[in-house]
């Protein structure tokens, strides 16, 4: 008997929204956080300034889905959700119209990442990459290459070190924040708001003072910089 034990796998987590048609009426009425796109291929409000849909009001029904959402993805993971506050750091719009392209890039400064489709084209994917497979043999084993130089007959995923994940309006795609990720180019000319995306940080429940792993909350903070 032969058999492959596939440890250590990275999870992505996806999931249809109910309210989803709901949310993207009252998003797509948040004007004051939209933008036009310029020559500097900007194509997010965080690299605009505009970072705080969370802290609309007329969002927090929204912003409380995508909260629990992520209680859930936690929860399956058998975290202890008792023990932390997913806080909500920055949340905004990625407004993109045929030819834009987002190279990849991580959010070194959350620990969960999600992205919340609202108007995306036909076929949309976001894509996930890593530097290196756990299943690598040597250097450049899995690296894409030319016919007459690749190592591989065909990608799958034990030695895939990019993978694409099909979504569409109400879809929610939550992970890692250090994992890399990127948006492929569209035939779709037309500008649109392609989706929220956001960072979350978890940050311990007041109550657990004597844990040395995970971020011990605010309240027990002090600077002494005046």
Known sequence: MIQFHNLFPTSIYHRKMEAYQEWNDVLLTKKEYMFDLDENNHLTGESRGKVFLHKDEDLLPFFTDVSEAIEDMLYRMEVRTEM?????????????????????HAH???DISFVYYVDPPKDTSICFQVEKSNNSYFPGIFHHKDEYRTHVRGYNALNSMVNAVPVESGDLIAFPSWMKHYVVDSPDT?????????????????????????????????????
């Open 84 to 104: 932390f506050y997913p806080y909500f750091m920055k949340s905004w719009f990625t407004i993109m119209s045929g030819g834009s392209q987002m190279k990849a």
């Open 190 to 226: 037309s500008v649109r708001v392609r989706s929220v995306a956001g960072d979350v940080k978890l940050m311990l429940n007041p109550d657990y003072e004597d844990l040395e792993t995970g971020l011990i909350h605010y309240t027990h903070w002090r600077k002494f910089k005046q």
């Open 108 to 110: 070194d400064c959350a």
